[in-house]
T-cell receptor, first 114, second 110 residues
Framework: NAGVTQTPKFQVLKTGQSMTLQCAQDMNHEYMSWYRQDPGMGLRLIHYSVGAGITDQGEVPNGYNVSRSTTEDFPLRLLSAAPSQTSVYFC?????????????FGQGTRLTVV | SQQGEEDPQALSIQEGENATMNCSYKTSINNLQWYRQNSGRGLVHLILIRSNEREKHSGRLRVTLDTSKKSSSLLITASRAADTASYFCATASGTYKYIFGTGTRLKVLA
């Protein structure tokens, strides 16, 4: 049981490049979400999904796209990377809406945009 | 904007001492959770307390919740060096969104 797996662990992008951060979970969780963590800011919600085919915006969605074609996968796409997107990104999943259950986190992707 | 704000931002104690950190939030909530994050790692769930609960225990952890003051505290008793980490509170308020605080950095000196 791997839990929540994020790839890659580290990435350096040039401004304007695009990339996809991968997130997969093997716990059959319906709810998945993406956060970014910046120094002194805690974790901020980017996008979330309550099931396959259903996504919604979080607190800081600009510059990011998501889709949820399967229960297992929830990729985060940066269409045109900007230095302000330099951050550590975490994917999380839970078996129910996070209002009532714990979330399981991946190990994070450290992204640097130069 | 952040829903939860932890206090203090940083805390340094000796091994064996108790560590207390606090979380304040702004709106009514369904529940509040505490997470631990070791350096360079993801977050790990510690404990969940529902809005109709006032206190909860899990091993060396004790969490209290005061909904009238919109605050919670996490007490770690008999701290160990392995407890060195950042601790975050997260609140859920009836939507599918969890809002995290800015965290307390705990350092336990051996």
């Amino acid at each position: 049981n791997a839990g929540v797996t994020q790839t890659p662990k580290f990435q350096v992008l040039k401004t304007g490049q695009s990339m996809t951060l991968q997130c997969a979970q093997d716990m059959n969780h319906e709810y998945m979400s993406w956060y970014r963590q910046d120094p002194g800011m805690g974790l901020r919600l980017i996008h979330y999904s309550v099931g396959a085919g259903i996504t919604d915006q979080g607190e800081v969605p600009n510059g990011y796209n998501v889709s949820r074609s399967t229960t297992e996968d929830f990729p985060l796409r940066l269409l045109s990377a900007a230095p302000s997107q330099t951050s550590v990104y975490f994917c999380a999943s839970s078996y129910a809406p996070q209002g009532g259950t714990e979330a399981f986190f991946g190990q994070g992707t450290r992204l640097t945009v130069v | 904007s952040q829903q939860g704000e932890e206090d203090p931002q940083a805390l340094s104690i000796q091994e064996g001492e108790n560590a207390t950190m606090n979380c304040s939030y702004k709106t009514s909530i369904n529940n509040l959770q505490w997470y631990r994050q070791n350096s360079g790692r993801g977050l790990v769930h510690l404990i969940l307390i529902r809005s109709n609960e006032r206190e909860k225990h899990s091993g060396r952890l004790r969490v209290t919740l005061d909904t009238s003051k919109k605050s919670s505290s996490l007490l770690i008793t008999a701290s160990r060096a392995a407890d060195t980490a950042s601790y975050f509170c997260a609140t859920a308020s009836g939507t599918y969104k969890y809002i995290f605080g800015t965290g307390t950095r705990l350092k336990v000196l051996a």
